[in-house]
RNA sequence: GGUCCCAUCGUCUAGUGGUUAGGACGCUGGCCUCUCACGCCGGAAACCAGGGUUCAACUCCCUGUGGGACUACCA
């Protein structure tokens, strides 16, 4: 029997989680789940200056928030921690020298000006742009003398020629040859490893067995098995996913608009609708239908099903998914899950939490896109002095429409105490002014909430009361 | 420039040699209805091009074209 997957997710905290590493740490996570495997949450935290503690806490409130808990990773210690780059410093040190012994590395004393001109030149004579291996055969005594003068080494790795084969679960046999790589920097000079060292020293002794990641990856797959024989490791199996494109099919980023999670949430996007269409993007699940649970997802999710093309995340399916979970939510949830956008629009905690104002909320669930939305459907329910717009004035202005609110808000007025008033009312209505339909319907609409869209009036009418509805047609008969 | 990846409706996808090329979002016509939303029914809309292979190619192969990624002492 095949080994329980062990997958990772390793992002680096150097900004927001944003939908495209989401998307890898959500088909990591399924791929674990599926297989009952284990998921791991790895912080690539080498980069000192670009890392920041805020964006490890954002991260992982992302990730908690999306629901894509970890097994192991930092703040849940497993067999194999820690789970920090910067914690494992001493491990990249002790592997480095065993690639120093076996001669498979050397240090680099070039300064990033000189590689940077060497670059240039490089490009201007029309030559592949690489570190052409200037310190590679630096005698014993060269770099002695380097080092008196008191510079510090990079480490770089030597490539020699050679064919990398692997096979990618997604993609099939993939095939690079080595020699158009330059050897590479192992180890900074400021004594950080580089990207692809510890990502190699890390998987191997976290016992990772499927690296699952981004197409972005895939070249850099080729170096990273290097390392894995230069250690005498086994590599994992690798599955490289397409990436999410913006609509000018360029790598999704910061210039196309909001990607992080974190501004999703802040939108009103509900955790299960982005994880849901995260999930349909770039990918298909065994069951053909598209709004799934998350159990659903687990259980139909297969990376033979991942696209190897690019895809453009399209906001708008997000939404219509959105307004489908914001539609199955119960009510007391939907409550729940709006009351921080209520509060921000200055609600009170005591209205929110009323009997009265769920059943507005089950009034307005299937006019919402977004959790922001609510705002926009039950201003009418709460502003007695509000705007009439434009279609309501005109509708009001009519003599007819005047008769009609009249005598609607006469019977009201005489008859408060009757069991089904609104009923009542409006079938008086309609028998003294001869009105119907919309006649009858859309003067006292306009009249009670100022609009002529909304919920059903007899809905309304119940939520608003006798007394606020007859205030509120009385402003309007002059 | 080099290396590598990719190519079905506008978008996300199903499809694995023989299909009226299916579904979803969006768009659109209608139904429901006082209105909006929801819901339901219908419509328009795609195999990048050219060569092969084959009785038969969206499907397999080659070339071209187009798009993308990588090409850092970032990950």
């Given at each position: 029997m095949a080994p329980k997957p062990r997958v990772r997710f390793a992002p680096s905290p150097t900004g927001e989680l944003h939908v495209g590493n989401a998307r890898t740490a959500l088909f990591n996570w399924m791929y674990a789940r599926h297989h009952g495997g284990s998921f791991i949450l790895r912080i690539e935290d080498t980069d000192e200056s670009r890392s920041a503690l805020s964006y490890q806490i954002s991260l992982f409130d992302d990730l908690k928030w999306l629901g894509l808990?970890?097994?192991?990773?930092p703040n849940k210690?497993?067999?194999?921690?820690?789970?920090r780059q910067s914690e494992r410093l001493d491990i990249y040190k002790s592997h480095l020298q065993k690639l120093i012994d076996a001669d498979l590395v050397y240090p680099c004393y070039c300064t990033e000006e000189e590689l940077e001109e060497e670059r240039q030149n490089l490009i201007l004579s029309k030559?592949?742009?690489?570190?052409?291996?200037?310190?590679?055969?630096?005698?014993p005594d060269e770099r002695k003398q380097r080092e008196k003068e008191g510079k510090k080494p990079s480490y770089r790795f030597k490539i020699y020629p050679q064919t990398i084969e692997f096979k990618d679960l997604i993609r099939g046999l993939m095939k690079f040859e080595a020699?158009?790589?330059?050897?590479?920097?192992?180890?900074?000079?400021?004594?950080m490893p580089a990207y692809n060292f510890a990502v190699v020293i890390d998987d191997h002794l976290m016992n990772i067995n499927h690296v699952i990641r981004g197409e972005d990856h895939l070249s850099n797959t080729a170096l990273q098995i290097m390392l894995y024989r230069a250690f005498g490791f086994e590599p994992p199996t690798f599955a490289h996913h397409s990436l999410i494109l913006g609509k000018d099919r360029?790598?999704?980023?910061k210039r196309h608009g909001s990607v992080s999670i974190g501004e999703f949430r802040k939108q009103g996007i509900l955790p299960e609708a982005l994880v849901n269409y995260l999930g349909l993007l770039g990918s298909s699940f065994t069951?053909?239908?598209?709004?799934?649970s998350r159990e659903e997802m687990i259980a139909g999710f297969?990376?033979?099903?991942?696209?190897r093309s690019g895809a453009i995340f399209d906001e708008e399916k997000l939404l219509w998914l959105n307004a489908i979970y914001i539609r199955n939510c119960k009510t007391e949830d939907l409550v729940a899950r709006l009351t921080p956008f209520l509060e921000q629009s200055g609600f009170k905690k005591e209205i929110i939490n009323s009997e009265g104002f769920k059943r507005i909320i089950d009034l307005v669930k299937t006019d919402?896109?977004?959790?922001?939305?609510?705002e926009n459907h039950i201003s009418l329910f709460f502003d007695d002095k509000y705007e009439l717009t434009d279609e309501a004035k005109k509708i009001l202005e009519k003599d007819t429409a005047q008769n009609v609110v009249r005598t609607f808000a006469r019977y009201l007025a005489h008859n408060?105490?009757?069991?089904n008033l609104y009923a009542a009312a409006m079938k008086h209505t309609k028998e003294k002014t001869g009105a119907k339909g919309k006649e009858l319907f859309m003067p006292i609409r306009a009249a009670l909430t100022?609009?002529?869209?909304?919920?059903e009036l007899d809905k309304v009418f119940i939520v608003l009361g006798t007394n606020s509805a007859l205030k509120r047609l009385e402003f309007f008969i002059r």
């Open positions: 808990d970890w097994d192991e990773g210690e497993g067999a194999y921690g820690p789970y030559r592949m742009p690489r570190y052409m291996g200037k310190c590679r055969n630096l005698s020699d158009a790589i330059g050897d590479f920097i192992i180890v900074r000079s400021n004594g360029a790598k999704l980023s069951d053909a239908r598209e709004v799934l297969t990376l033979k099903r991942a696209s919402l896109t977004t959790l922001a939305d609510i408060t105490e009757q069991q100022g609009k002529t869209h909304g919920p």
